[in-house]
């Protein structure tokens, strides 16, 4: 997917948990430049919140890099409590100043890569700013947790922090088809949710085999290498592969398990390691830059990625069968006996088994290799894998764009955006309009009533110039807010209205807080919303459990509709900004699916296939009344709908 040269230049904002120090030692700094996605945006910023200096690096003209160190705000306190209270603020500073520069830069996007402190940042960035956010997901952090461990508090919290953020974020992108259910679980919104798969760019030049890189670890060419390339810690299993290596050492001398990388347990395995005689057998190369990580695995007979991640991709891609242990994603790349051998988790007899085979089977090894390189491909070649996430990455840019057509076409003075709504609610279509508040009024008395409440707290969402802020404001007992992006329908509406709390803010980016309305009423605005389960999904986070939508909307699929659009008055099409054509199925659909149950349907007059003709006789008491009668002998061709639903 490309950009045409007419559109905007984009920007985004990452937020990492890690530091460029780490990055560099791992030989993995530069997967940073690979976040422009060839040249979609133009500046990429990205963000490390817990980094072990403060900095600001220029990567290039493009990339630049910030980092906040261990420094807290109140450093200087030395109660009992201090530490987790810096524990607590050190977010305000980072958020402070990254806000500042989410504005000075017009930065587009942003995007966090886990859902803890990162995701936290990037919904709190959302609500200052109003900039989409997506959130990444690298793995299952839940079973992560477990087999690693953590302090009991800190795990209660990113809990909270993982539910929180993954429920609010505009997109969760898994990096593997298997997270969804564990996402779903942990509260996203399944249409929300797009996977991205990981990609791999590896250069494919002339290949020069270099076994100084294998001598320089004390390897002979005699030796078959079977790798490991990764974070040296339990979770991925490396005791289990220096099991293997004890095994194969009683019956064989002619491997070398190396293990390239290092983490938490280097220490400890290099010291089981010599106390069980396996140096001979076993060599440790620490963390190696990307080139040298690439000879070795073209230069290895087989590779162990009984974890892998990426490390299992690179290892497919160039060629080396891989043995991994049957969990979570490997299935996708690794298809048993064809591209590589899965095996059972902990399986050290099926581990030996399978490695022994390899060993003993040069030309079946290589066929696995190739196989797995084809696989590998085809599913995470760095173009396809780009287009997936340059396609989300518009999805949500769609957002950004929608909140600044109403300045575009106020400027042009188009009459759509600036004419006087309340004006013509009462020339035109008065009767309409005044069956519409009596059902209104109608769902909130009931409700009134119903709830005992003191005070109801009501948004107007879409409220435009305030044509139903006046029917709500003859209700007591209200507190009445209204939200529309157009900066000219908001200052009507808040001169119109003053004990009205009016919002100049986008519905696709609500800036309210979750949960906090009993009734929203959004009238006549979902057809215009070309993400309208988006939209209900928006309102529905900001009412309260069991709070009401009072959803309004045309009939605009029926016959009728089509017969007037496209026949009768064509130009309507050109001059609307409608972007839904609502028949009463499709649009009950749609609610059921945000989580809303349908408690009452109100259907408005006979849907008549021409404006002047419709107009005529809506305004004369006989005219409505006929209408009123078509439209309850026939409901399809019924003129609208306004919906009382109930969040569940």
């Given at each position: 997917m490309t950009k045409d040269a007419s559109d905007e230049e984009f920007s985004i904002l990452f937020i990492v948990p890690s530091d460029y120090a780490s990055l560099l030692e791992k030989g993995v700094a530069s997967m940073i430049l690979e976040r422009d996605e060839g040249g979609f945006f133009k500046r990429v910023f990205t963000v490390h919140p817990y980094a072990t200096k403060t900095q600001n690096i220029n990567l290039n003209e493009t990339h630049q890099l910030i980092e906040f160190g261990p420094e807290y705000p109140f450093s200087f306190l030395n109660f009992r409590g201090a530490g987790l209270l810096n524990y607590f603020l050190k977010p305000i500073p980072i958020i402070r100043k990254v806000s500042q520069l989410v504005r000075k830069e017009h930065i587009s996007l942003i995007r966090a890569t886990d859902p803890y402190w990162c995701g936290f940042y990037a919904w709190v960035l959302n609500k200052l700013t109003g900039v989409p956010f997506c959130i990444s997901i690298h793995t299952d952090y839940e079973n992560f947790y477990k087999k690693t461990g953590g302090k009991r508090g800190t795990l209660f919290l990113y809990k909270i922090f993982e539910t929180f953020v993954l429920r609010r974020a505009h997109l969760v992108m898994p990096i593997r088809e298997h997270l969804i259910p564990y996402l779903q679980k942990k509260g996203a919104d399944p249409s929300k949710i797009r996977v991205i798969p990981h990609g791999v760019q590896i250069d494919e030049g002339p290949y020069q085999e270099d076994r100084k890189i294998l001598e320089s670890f004390g390897i002979s060419s005699g030796k078959k290498v079977i790798s490991f390339v990764g974070r040296l810690a339990e979770d991925n299993y490396v005791y289990d592969i220096i099991k293997l290596a004890k095994r194969l050492s009683k019956i064989r001398d002619n491997f070398i398990v190396l293990l390239v990388g290092d983490g938490p347990e280097g220490n400890q395995l290099r010291k089981v390691v010599k106390e069980d005689n396996l140096s001979p057998f076993v060599r440790f190369t620490g963390f190696l830059p990307k080139g040298k990580i690439i000879t070795i695995r073209r230069q290895s007979f087989l590779s162990l990625c009984l974890k892998g991640g990426f490390s299992l991709i690179e290892s497919c891609w160039v060629g080396c069968p891989p043995i991994a242990y049957d969990i979570e994603w490997h299935y996708e790349l690794v298809k048993n006996n064809e591209t590589g051998f899965l095996i059972g988790e902990g399986d050290i007899d099926s581990l030996t088994e399978a490695t022994i085979y390899l060993?003993?089977?040069p030309s079946k090894t290589k066929e696995m290799g190739a196989k797995a390189r084809e696989l590998a491909i085809k599913r995470h070649e760095i173009s396809r894998t780009s287009d997936t996430k340059k396609n989300c990455y518009t999805e949500l840019l769609q957002l950004k764009?929608?909140?600044?057509?109403?300045?575009?076409?106020?400027?042009?003075k188009n009459p759509w955006y600036?004419?006087?709504?309340?004006?013509?609610?009462?020339?035109?279509a008065k009767p309409t309009i005044?069956?519409?508040?009596?059902?209104?009024?109608?769902?909130?008395?009931?409700?009134?009533?119903?709830?005992?409440?003191?005070?109801?707290?009501?948004?107007?969402?879409?409220?435009?110039?305030?044509?139903?802020?006046?029917?709500?404001?003859?209700?007591?007992?209200?507190?009445?807010?209204?939200?529309?992006?157009?900066?000219?329908r908001t200052k009507r509406a808040h001169q119109n209205f003053l004990l009205a709390k009016i919002v100049h803010g986008d519905l696709l980016c609500l800036p309210l807080r979750p949960r906090v309305f009993d009734i929203v009423l959004c009238s006549q605005v979902i057809e215009h919303i070309p993400q309208d389960v988006f939209l209900l999904r928006e309102l529905s986070e900001v009412l309260k459990l069991g709070g009401i939508l009072i959803l309004g909307t045309p009939n605009e699929g029926c016959l009728m509709a089509r017969l007037r659009n496209h026949i009768f008055e064509r130009n309507i099409i050109k001059t609307t900004d409608h972007l839904q054509f609502y028949k009463e199925p499709i649009i009950r659909q749609k609610i059921e699916a945000a989580g809303f149950t349908i408690e009452e349907v109100m259907r408005e007059n006979w849907f008549f296939p021409h404006q002047l003709i419709n107009y005529y006789l809506v305004n004369r008491a006989w005219g409505f009344k006929l209408m009123g009668?078509?439209?309850?002998?026939?409901?399809?061709?019924?003129?609208?709908?306004?919906?009382?639903?109930v969040k569940s």
């Open positions: 060993l003993d089977h764009r929608i909140q600044k057509i109403p300045d575009r076409e106020v400027e042009k600036t004419g006087n709504q309340i004006e013509a609610s009462q020339k035109h005044q069956r519409r508040c009596k059902f209104i009024l109608g769902c909130i008395k009931r409700h009134l009533d119903s709830s005992h409440c003191s005070l109801i707290r009501v948004l107007d969402a879409g409220c435009g110039d305030g044509v139903h802020l006046h029917t709500l404001t003859q209700i007591q007992g209200l507190d009445i807010w209204g939200i529309d992006y157009n900066p000219l009668i078509l439209s309850r002998i026939i409901p399809s061709q019924t003129g609208g709908y306004y919906f009382k639903c």
